[in-house]
């Protein structure tokens, strides 16, 4: 999920080190994206991360901290969802690996996004030490699904959902409840927008894996 970046205010940092007796963000108005004097390196992210644990923190391509509030009661029980039904199809299949919202992953451009749900061949992730599989992963989820919580901005989810994309996943499902659509992406191909499938079925590095669609149109 994403947040509006022509809404929130910007906050400037006011020096060149964050502890983590400066970061707390309770008392800000969100969402907010936040502009630090200079870029934080992923390791600092995720110390400020787990400084804010009560948050959902992304750093898009120019290296802004785009800060949300946790998603509400409808939105996190259908997030709840996603991820356990992408991860009961790895538990039965024995195929790859499976990431609930909390997973980060730093992305070739530059960012650390976290999606919805996501999915990181066995292939990949065995190539990681314990160290690296402790913090964001680095490399692009090869599949991922985005839900629209009803205070994200359409535009911007499908703007994101192209840097996915452009970032090396092989496939990417937008579900939008507030429109009854989801929208299915694929490298060098137009997105296909289905009318409130019954389901979605995998193709390509998670083909076999069947989502029935009928609780996000209730």
């Known amino acids: 999920m994403s947040a509006n970046p022509a809404m929130p205010p910007a906050v400037q940092s006011a020096g060149d080190s964050i502890s983590r007796s400066e970061i707390s963000l309770r008392a800000l108005p969100f969402p907010l994206i936040l502009r630090t004097s200079?870029?934080?390196?992923?390791?600092?992210?995720?110390?400020?991360?787990?400084?804010?644990?009560?948050?959902?923190?992304?750093?898009?391509?120019?290296?802004?901290l785009i800060v949300m509030t946790p998603a509400g009661g409808t939105t996190s029980n259908l997030e709840g969802y996603l991820?356990?039904?992408l991860d009961l199809w790895v538990e039965r299949t024995g195929r790859g690996?499976?990431?609930n919202s909390n997973g980060g992953f730093s992305l070739p451009d530059?960012?650390?996004?976290?999606?919805?749900?996501s999915w990181l061949s066995s292939e990949k992730w065995n190539t990681l030490t314990r160290d690296q599989r402790a913090k964001f992963i680095p490399f692009c989820p090869e599949f991922l699904i985005e839900l629209r919580s009803p205070s994200d901005s359409l535009a911007d989810l499908q703007s994101k959902m192209?840097?996915?994309?452009?970032?090396?996943?092989?496939?990417a499902w937008l579900i939008d409840p507030q429109r009854k659509l989801a929208t299915i992406y694929r490298p060098g191909?137009?997105?296909e927008t289905r009318p409130q499938p019954e389901s979605l079925e995998g193709e390509g590095p998670i083909n076999g894996f069947s989502l029935r669609m009928h609780r996000f149109w209730e």
């Open 110 to 117: 530059g960012s650390v996004r976290a999606p919805d749900a």
């Open 97 to 99: 690996i499976a990431f």
């Open 189 to 191: 191909q137009e997105p």
């Open 162 to 171: 192209s840097e996915w994309i452009a970032n090396g996943a092989q496939l």
């Open 83 to 85: 991820s356990r039904e």
């Open 38 to 64: 200079r870029h934080l390196g992923d390791d600092e992210l995720l110390e400020f991360c787990a400084a804010n644990d009560s948050l959902r923190i992304e750093r898009n391509p120019a290296g802004e």
